[in-house]
């Protein structure tokens, strides 16, 4: 992903956080398994943690 200008970066986060957040409201309403829903959660909070690391190492 470094190599990637980062608004292009950042657009394809922002599709795979949204088809995420659709499969996450699935596995809340229980058509897909929980069990997804809190993978999904894991990784939002990883992908969040590292893109704060990243933002704070270039400043």
Known sequence: MLTM???TAYRVLLLIVVLL???????IVGLVPFRWSE???LFMV?????????KGSQA
């Open 5 to 7: 200008e980062r608004k």
């Open 39 to 41: 993978y999904i959660t």
């Open 21 to 27: 957040a659709v499969v996450y409201t699935l596995g």
């Open 46 to 54: 990883l992908l969040f943690i590292l893109l704060r690391i990243n």
